[in-house]
């Protein structure tokens, strides 16, 4: 699918790869970028529309979708991170409450409120952003990583839903992202520019995965080997 003359909407679009989201689809030539975002007071960026969504308020989305009703790429970007001791952190529960309804229920809700918009254009697509945690154990990220798993399968699952609709479905993976999530964890980073531009360029080439650093394209390949890096991942970086 083409970027050029499409509409994309993308949620968390207001800082970190989101934002870069934006500014890719414009400089790819979108005919419209809506950015969305839960706070859209102050936000000035040429070319791009700003429309208020929270990922967790069904009434927020369903306003948004009604406001974009010309939308033929979704981009579910929006997501949060809360680090953890470990798997068995007094409050390794309630932060993963947080996670999910986030970066799992959100993506679902966001999804099936932009599907029927999806289903007007005879070409049209979704990216999921997921992780590098998907597959890969990282202590801190424990919440993290199993709302990002949830959201990987989901994809999966949404993907052969679509299909007779005619709406591709793309899962972007990738490992630590150099935004102001990242800030402060001393590991290699990817730039969201660059990500983002990856990203497009594979879904130009109807692709349906796009592993977008070193990191991830070996921890993926590690995946069928007697020993992955699910179960020893410290040669992982």
């Known amino acids: 699918m083409k970027l050029r003359g499409s509409t994309v909407f993308i949620t968390g679009a207001n800082r970190g790869i989101g934002l870069a989201f934006a500014r890719q689809a414009r400089d790819f030539g979108a005919a419209k970028v809506y950015a969305g975002m839960r706070n859209t007071a102050g936000f000035a960026e040429p070319g791009l529309i700003p429309v208020q969504i929270d990922v967790t308020d069904p009434a927020l989305i369903a306003r948004a979708a009604s406001q974009a009703t010309d939308v033929t790429i979704l981009v579910n970007n929006a997501g949060i991170g809360t680090a953890v001791e470990n ?85 972007l993976h990738v490992s630590f992202v150099d935004t102001d999530l990242t800030k402060g964890i001393d590991i290699p980073k990817s730039d ?46």
Request: aromatic share 10%; proline share 6%.
């Open 87 to 171: 798997a068995l952190d007094a409050g390794v529960e309630e932060v993963s409450r947080n996670m999910f309804e986030v970066n799992y229920y959100g993506v679902i809700r966001v999804t099936k409120a932009f599907v029927p918009v999806l289903a007007k254009s005879s070409e049209s697509a979704i990216i999921n952003v997921l992780s590098i945690a998907s597959w890969l154990p990282v202590p801190f990220l424990t919440p993290y990583s199993a709302s990002k798993a949830a959201a990987w399968s989901y994809t999966n699952h949404v993907r052969l839903a679509l299909k007779d609709q005619n709406t591709a479905v793309l899962g």
């Open 192 to 237: 969201p520019n660059d990500v983002a531009r990856q990203t497009y360029e594979a879904l130009e080439a109807d692709k349906s995965e796009i592993l977008a650093d070193p990191q991830t394209r070996g921890v993926k390949a590690s995946l069928s080997a007697d020993v992955p890096s699910y179960i020893n991942p410290s040669q992982s970086f």
